[in-house]
């Protein structure tokens, strides 16, 4: 993998049901528009809910929402990202309509002399249909994700899960992950740990093809890595199938073969294992636990040897040197984090996963990932660099 740095602020996002692009209109009619605006869905459930915004521009941007006279602020850009440069996202939140009139707003992009339009609307609440629920569960707006940065070959996903909470059903975010095709490993995986993601369901062992890319773009672990000769590797998750168990369907996406890297079966079922199982018992303490797990092929300024295993498509799969877990836990208006580093080779303890505890901040110089980029820059400096054993039990 390339170096990868925090100021590099090329963005590419695809959503994992197919990235829809519109027609937009600009102030001189042109049909060459170098701006763009990519969403996810233009008609969206009365219940409340978010949704990416990728922005397109190679230049300063400006991004704003008109609403219709007499409509109210039904939606709003999450964090007041609305200026930037170059290509991003940014996220889209929209409140719950308890009307039974449907309701739009229009995003509004500008660049230099160029504008343009995309319409959003939002349906009304059905007579038959209960009171959707004004806010999602989990709390906190998307605060999991990595600055989204992308290289040639790499492509971000979000995968969704349907959640039911008394009577109502609500789509929201299983998990977000950045994937090399060429490499075919994901460098990080990001997700809410809530306990509306834990329920009942069995873990299914659906392995399968990532459905959002084309199955020549991923690996093809339909069986394990022992029946390939590689007895010292196991398949393994990056989110566990263990923090998804709310539905099947939840816990099924966890078995996409993105979501699997070559690990040392040591690791694996060992302290690896264990931390994932204490990643849930920290869970309870928090609104919500934001989790990033990532496999890294180089560290920053390196340059450490990277091999292969062959896959059931006789695929070149790289093996991860590195594997790491960092977390922020919100609780009210604090935040406390803490980050792991492991390498990708046997440990002789299951338990001592605090021998290998680091703050955030080292972890992201380690990496080049810049974690948490949705909290303020000052917040994310005084918790990224002030991890204490004492506030995660360690």
Same mark, same amino acid.
């Given at each position: 993998?390339?170096?990868?740095?925090?100021?590099?602020?090329?963005?590419?996002?695809?959503?994992?049901?197919?990235?829809?692009?519109?027609?937009?209109?600009?102030?001189?009619?042109?049909?060459?528009?170098?701006?763009?605006?990519?969403?996810?869905?233009?008609?969206?459930?009365? %219940?409340?809910?978010?949704?990416?915004?990728?922005?397109?521009?190679?230049?300063?941007?400006?991004?704003?929402?008109?609403?219709?006279?007499?409509?109210?602020?039904?939606?709003?850009?999450?964090?007041?990202?609305?200026?930037?440069?170059?290509?991003?996202?940014?996220?889209?939140?929209?409140? +719950?309509?308890?009307?039974?009139?449907?309701?739009?707003?229009?995003?509004?992009?500008?660049?230099?002399?160029?504008?343009?339009?995309?319409?959003?609307?939002?349906?009304? *609440?059905? %007579?038959?249909?209960?009171?959707?629920?004004?806010?999602?569960?989990?709390?906190?707006?998307?605060?999991?994700?990595?600055?989204?940065?992308?290289? =040639?070959?790499?492509?971000?996903?979000?995968?969704?899960?349907?959640?039911?909470?008394?009577?109502?059903?609500?789509?929201?975010?299983? @998990?977000?992950?950045?994937?090399?095709?060429?490499?075919?490993?994901?460098?990080?995986?990001?997700?809410?740990?809530?306990?509306?993601?834990?329920?009942?369901?069995?873990?299914?062992?659906?392995? +399968?093809?990532?459905?959002?890319?084309?199955?020549?773009?991923?690996?093809?672990?339909?069986?394990?890595?022992?029946?390939?000769? @590689?007895? =010292?590797?196991?398949?393994?998750?990056?989110?566990?199938?263990?923090?998804?168990?709310?539905?099947?369907?939840?816990?099924?996406?966890?078995? &996409? &073969?993105?979501?699997?890297?070559?690990?040392?079966?040591?690791?694996?079922?060992?302290?690896?294992?264990?931390?994932?199982?204490?990643?849930?018992?920290?869970?309870?303490?928090?609104?919500?636990?934001?989790?990033?797990?990532?496999?890294?092929?180089?560290?920053?300024?390196?340059?450490?040897?990277?091999?292969?295993? *062959?896959?059931?498509?006789?695929?070149?799969?790289?093996?991860?040197?590195?594997?790491?877990?960092?977390?922020?836990? *919100?609780?009210?208006?604090? &935040?406390?984090?803490?980050?792991?580093?492991?390498?990708?080779?046997? &440990?002789?303890?299951?338990?001592?996963?605090?021998?290998? +505890?680091?703050?955030?901040?080292?972890?992201?110089?380690?990496?080049?990932?810049?974690?948490?980029?949705?909290?303020?820059?000052?917040?994310?400096?005084?918790?990224?660099?002030?991890?204490?054993?004492? =506030?995660?039990?360690?």
């Amino acid at each position: 993998m390339l170096d990868i740095r925090k100021n590099f602020k090329y963005i590419v996002y695809l959503i994992c049901f197919g990235i829809f692009t519109f027609t937009s209109c600009s102030d001189d009619d042109s049909d060459t528009s170098s701006i763009g605006i990519v969403l996810d869905k233009t008609i969206v459930d009365a %219940s409340a809910g978010e949704q990416f915004i990728e922005i397109k521009a190679s230049a300063d941007w400006t991004l704003s929402i008109d609403f219709p006279p007499g409509t109210g602020q039904w939606c709003m850009i999450n964090n007041s990202k609305t200026q930037g440069t170059g290509n991003t996202f940014v996220v889209l939140k929209t409140y +719950a309509n308890l009307d039974p009139e449907e309701r739009t707003a229009t995003i509004i992009l500008e660049s230099g002399s160029e504008r343009i339009y995309q319409d959003i609307t939002q349906k009304g *609440k059905s %007579s038959t249909d209960p009171d959707p629920d004004p806010e999602p569960t989990p709390q906190g707006n998307w605060l999991e994700l990595p600055e989204i940065i992308s290289q =040639d070959g790499q492509k971000a996903i979000t995968h969704y899960t349907s959640m039911t909470e008394g009577s109502v059903n609500k789509t929201v975010r299983n @998990y977000s992950m950045l994937f090399d095709t060429k490499e075919k490993i994901a460098y990080w995986v990001a997700y809410p740990l809530h306990s509306s993601y834990i329920g009942s369901a069995d873990r299914t062992d659906d392995w +399968a093809f990532d459905p959002v890319l084309a199955q020549a773009e991923q690996g093809n672990f339909i069986k394990g890595f022992v029946s390939l000769g @590689y007895s =010292d590797f196991d398949r393994g998750h990056q989110i566990p199938s263990a923090d998804r168990t709310h539905t099947r369907a939840a816990n099924q996406q966890t078995f &996409y &073969y993105t979501n699997i890297t070559p690990q040392n079966s040591t690791l694996n079922q060992g302290v690896w294992a264990n931390l994932e199982t204490q990643c849930r018992s920290w869970m309870s303490k928090y609104d919500t636990l934001y989790v990033v797990t990532g496999a890294l092929l180089k560290t920053v300024g390196n340059n450490e040897t990277v091999t292969y295993l *062959k896959d059931h498509s006789n695929n070149q799969i790289a093996k991860p040197n590195y594997y790491y877990k960092v977390l922020l836990g *919100k609780k009210g208006s604090t &935040y406390k984090s803490v980050g792991f580093w492991f390498e990708n080779k046997s &440990y002789v303890s299951n338990k001592d996963f605090i021998n290998y +505890a680091k703050n955030v901040r080292e972890i992201e110089t380690l990496s080049g990932f810049n974690f948490f980029s949705n909290l303020p820059q000052s917040t994310q400096d005084e918790v990224e660099t002030a991890y204490k054993a004492q =506030d995660w039990g360690l």
